[in-house]
């Protein structure tokens, strides 16, 4: 005979009487009861895409989508009629309905946004920083790499890029990694050399050039990879973010001709970016042709779509971005997943902002021990810094984050400041 769910755990000893007292503690605990979303906003502020869920209880949650995508609010809105009335602390039920309504970048930012913002409720309610919901930080500081803290380029030589490299390395936040962009992740290196690739330059979406190398033009990015890492020395590890649109013959070699420099990765050689493909089977050539390590995933939306990369040991580093991905806790499954295979994680996050910042903090402190450090996203324009309340001043120390312990995410928006930055069709998020 069928026996519902409920009259099957009430015919257990002691389980019918469990139920209520847990429901009972949870509201003695946090003062209120059940807790329901009634609103799903998003506006632009600067260029990121930034969400707000609210609930009926008088707690908000944020999460943030990459300065790159000021066109996302129609597609965060999509979803608002899935997560009504869903209780945001379930987070795992509510993303149960959006998602499979999501795809590779751009199209997983919103729903990777909305995660981060129930997590940061889930928080608050809890009285906990978001890492103790992740399992616990393992760690009390976390490593941001530098993808995002530029000087402005005196040219395209390789003195150039060395005289480049030497501000990078003395910049405030004492990095102990820098990520550059070199070869078709490079558009103004590959240009500057005359005939470096057997096609013509193409415009339109970013990253569009690929082909075959030319003899030139691949010793061109050799030289300034030389010269960048004679700056740099044994101090500070140097990864770079090369595509994609290498051919596999011209990714093996340009990784051989590097070996001896210990470059940290060597990212996106053959898709990343805008690809909605993984190709681990060549990327795989490339990973079990040269002893540098081998890096892609930013653009990857789901766990699904890092089986093949992981278990056919098609890279070395996966790199998801938890505002294209998914959000931090599916962020957490790949890293852990990851591990299993010996396959190490450096979450990619330059444009996530400082609520993408706070994001990646709090993920961070509870990846194991296959992380390498995340991307440190620059709040632009500088007036973002002023409108956050909440991280660490300075932020990074000697290449470190401080983890910090307040409930949720732990930084919220000094609403004042942020209110002046909102446009007129935004002007009601805050309230
Ligand atoms: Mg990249």
New binding site residues.
Partial sequence: MAMTRRGFLGSLPGVAAATPLAAQQRERRTGRGSIKITDLRCAIIGRNPVIRIVTDQGISGYGQAESTKPYLKPMVLFYKNYILGEDPTDVEKVMLKIRRLGAFKPWGSAVSAIEIALWDIAGQVAGVPVYKLLGGKIRDRVRAYNGGVRFPMTGQTPQDYADNMAKMKEAKEGFTLIKQAVGF?NPAMMRAMPGAWYDEPRTGAPHSDRGLMTERGLEHVIACVEAMKKVLGKDVGLAL?CGPGWTVKDAITFARALEPLHITWL??LIT??YTPYPNADVFREVTQSTSIPIHTG?QIYLRQNFKDLIEKQAVNIV?PDPEDVGGIAELKWIAEYADLHGILVAP?GIFDGLIGLAAHVQMAASLPQNYIGFEYPVGQPEWWYEIVEGLPDPIVKRGFIDVWDRPGLGVTFRVQAAKARLSEEDRGFFD
């Fill in positions: 992740h973010d990212e996106d990343g970016d930013e790199g990619h």
